[in-house]
């Protein structure tokens, strides 16, 4: 049964492909932001009804979860998908590019929508030869925090899961490649601001006032040394000082400055620490120069920590997709994803597929105007997906 089941999932992926990539080029001409996934949701929703399932939409008319139900009773599996989409003006030229100014799909979650809808049509179609159950979430909101994958937890969809497992299509690597990593894998991802409140004056008079940049300026570089002299060098940590605003004329002194910024981190404890010596660096360099503060910290997601357990299975599967040549690790990456919060809760895994074209150097970053996916690798995803469910449920 094993192997009849294996050749169905690769031949019937293979067969969606067309209809994936027509899937993820609608769903990448009408890109919705976070928390705003209606019509995706609407879609979504209703390619799942067509196939008899009986799919639950969440609060507020966004996001969408279906069970299906295989033939004996057994494990919960459940495989997510992230649905929105950026607030960033595309830059492709694709025929099929943004119809929506100022937002575009530019981190490939019209791929992984896609990707899920196929897996639930392979699935559903071999449900009488498995047990258990396979889980479908369609997530909104994974961009911006508190992110949509606490949402569905709170709204119990992760309720009598098992495992469960996610995968992001990654522009840099080069296509065909699958990568994991046992343990951490993705930031903590958290963001802070700070004002800085001194006393405007005359410029050529700055002994009777307080500068705000100054201060802001040397609050800046001091926080540097957060990571560099107190951040244990085989910690993983990175603060990191976006943007500045302060000033109103090159002949005045400004009164007040605002700084924000983000902390990234793999552990928790670090995490911490580094919050902790940040709020001192700003007590104590506004101290310096007279200055007063406000400190406004924001804790985003946690960090991805995968189970080991289920990295084993999941790159078990990944060798006999893509082959064993292009199967390995990685390195952390300290970008953030919120699947963290479902493996807070239950055992799974997380990982990348290769989608940035076979070598090429033109493929761009996430989050870039120009950013696109290689289409041809929507199969294997698919197949990695419905393989790695079935691994817990084929029947014995």
Known sequence: MESTVKQDC???????????IGWRRDFHRYPELSFHEFRTTQKV???????????VVGKGGIGVVADIEGAEPGPTVALRADMDALPIHEETGLEFASTRDGVMHACGHDGHISVLMACARILNEQKH?????????????????????????EQGFLDEVDFVYGLHLWSGLPSGVFRTVSGPM???????????????????????????LLTASHLIVNAQQIISRQVDPLHS???????????SSFNVIADKARIQGTVRTLDESVRDHIREKLEQV???????????YHFDYHTGYPPVVNHPVEVLRLTEVANEVFGQEHVGTMSPIMAGE????????????FCFVGAGGKGSPTAYPHHHPKFDIDESVLPQAAELMCRVALHHLEIQ
């Open 10 to 20: 690769r031949l019937m992926a293979e067969q969606l492909k067309d209809q994936m």
């Open 45 to 55: 929703s209703e390619y799942l009804k067509s196939m008899g399932l009986e799919p």
């Open 129 to 153: 030869q498995w047990r258990g159950r396979v889980r479908l979430l369609f997530q909104p909101a994974e961009e911006l925090a508190p992110g949509g994958a606490r949402r569905m937890i």
């Open 186 to 212: 993705m930031a903590a991802a958290d963001k802070f601001f700070i004002d800085i409140y001194g006393r405007g004056g005359h410029a050529g008079m700055p002994h009777e006032a307080v500068d705000a």
């Open 237 to 247: 940590g990175v603060v990191t000082f976006g943007k500045m605003e302060s000033g």
């Open 282 to 292: 700003i007590e104590h360099t506004c101290r310096m120069y007279g200055a007063e």
């Open 338 to 349: 919120d699947f963290a919060y479902y493996l807070q809760k239950v055992p799974g895994a």
